[in-house]
């Protein structure tokens, strides 16, 4: 990792609250005017630009913990209302954990990223179990919860407790690879573990949870990735990337291999009196205790109603016709896209005995609601739904 044009003007460290790789070089180098900007400039700043959230009026670490766990992956605005819902329906640690998975999931539904609801509802009955119905406030108890790695340790340890913690998201690593002009490949685990050691340097300890916040906020609305905003920034001193006039160049990310894409064929399977199948994913599977309409992926050489046909075999041990292809949706997750197949099958034999052993229901299409659906089923449903209102020739 390199710094560049920077003077190694010595002050004193912050002893780092938890262990890392030995400080680099550059850590050392840190000059009064960075400790300076990214202390006391930054959180003059922060003051004097932070946004109202409805987890900043609070300091139960409960709310503060969900707060970091929703915003994973997730703008604001689209986390807010989902928190508002969230803490309305489990307003303690202990209701959380009092809640069936089903309840969790159904609040949660549309916020995408489900492990997160699993993972909180399962280290929320730890929190109750083990610790007495209060959020650990050391790194140590806190980080064996599930769900909670680094970044939301020391978030909920800095904001709820006051504990130094420094956080690396996103944010944090563009701030400081551009201030730094670090041009090492952020996807590398040396360059991420060298980053903390950084960002736990330049901690302000009187105040950790406003410095996280502040760096953060900086990150969302003045550094951002392709227009950051130099002139109004309170680093803009100190910052090297935007002295050479180059800060669009951090951070350095190699380049990902392109997202693979499968073809999904689901069965809308119907009864004799007009109800769905619909089954629930294995909990340890993605998008686990979701329910979903039953199929799979094609396979090579496989027409999609083959896949279809072939899928509820294997899946369910029944045999359906096919009666027409219903709806196409397209879907995108961080790792992989989809194009689901949804066709209409008449059950003609068998009895729906899923393979894994996991719950099976035959519901009414207005039922569908009641239950926690991944997103793209929902889309399906809406199709249903549409449907119903304008039906063709062959649903009368
Ligand atoms: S000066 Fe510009 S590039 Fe540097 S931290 Fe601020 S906004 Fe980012």
Not at 6 to 11: D, G, Q
Request: include cysteine; proline fraction near 8%.
């Amino acid at each position: 990792m390199r710094l560049e044009g920077k003077t190694a003007t010595l002050s004193p460290t912050p002893t780092l609250p938890y262990p890392h790789t030995p400080i680099l070089p550059y850590v050392d180098a840190l000059t009064n005017a960075h400790q300076r900007a990214f202390r006391q400039d930054l959180l003059t700043w922060f003051a004097s630009v932070k946004r109202d959230m409805p987890w900043r009026r609070t300091d139960d670490p409960y709310r503060i913990w969900l707060s970091e766990i929703m915003l994973q992956q997730t703008r604001v605005d689209q986390a807010w209302p989902y928190y508002e819902r969230f803490t309305e329906a489990f307003p303690t640690v202990e209701a959380l954990a009092a809640a069936p998975l089903d309840t969790v999931l159904l609040r949660w539904e549309g916020l995408g990223y489900y492990s997160r609801a699993r993972n909180l509802h399962k280290a929320a009955k730890r929190v109750v179990e083990v610790f007495g119905g209060t959020v650990p406030d050391t790194y140590d108890d806190i980080i064996t919860l599930p769900g909670i790695g680094p970044y939301t340790a020391a978030a909920v340890l800095s904001i709820a407790y006051g504990r130094p913690h420094a956080v690396l998201d996103g944010n944090v690593m563009r701030v400081l690879t551009r201030v730094f002009a670090l041009a090492d490949d952020i996807s590398s685990s040396r360059t991420r573990k060298a980053l903390q050691a950084l960002a736990d340097a330049l901690l302000e300890p009187a105040h950790p949870g406003d410095f996280n916040e502040a760096m953060m906020e900086l990150g969302a609305m003045v550094c951002s990735p392709s227009a950051p905003s130099c002139p109004t920034c309170p680093l803009h001193t100190v910052c090297a990337a935007s002295a050479k006039g180059t800060p669009e160049a951090f951070p350095v990310k190699k380049k990902k291999p392109p997202v693979p894409h499968f073809d999904i064929a689901i069965g809308l399977v119907f009864d004799d009196a007009g109800r769905l199948l619909i089954q629930r994913r294995p909990e340890d599977k993605m998008l686990g205790g979701l329910w979903e309409f039953p199929g799979g992926k094609q396979e090579a050489g496989e027409t999609l109603n083959e896949t279809c046909r072939r899928e509820l075999r294997e899946e369910l041990g029944i045999e359906v016709e096919i009666v027409d292809l219903f709806h196409r949706v397209n879907h995108t997750y961080t790792h992989l896209k989809v194009t689901l197949h949804a066709f209409r099958c008449r059950l003609k034999q068998g009895t729906p005995t899923p393979r894994e052993g996991q719950p099976i229901r035959w519901v009414w299409a207005e039922e569908l609601d009641d239950f926690a659906f991944p997103r793209a089923n929902r889309r399906l449903i809406g199709a249903l739904a549409d449907r119903a209102h304008n039906p063709t020739l062959f649903d009368r």
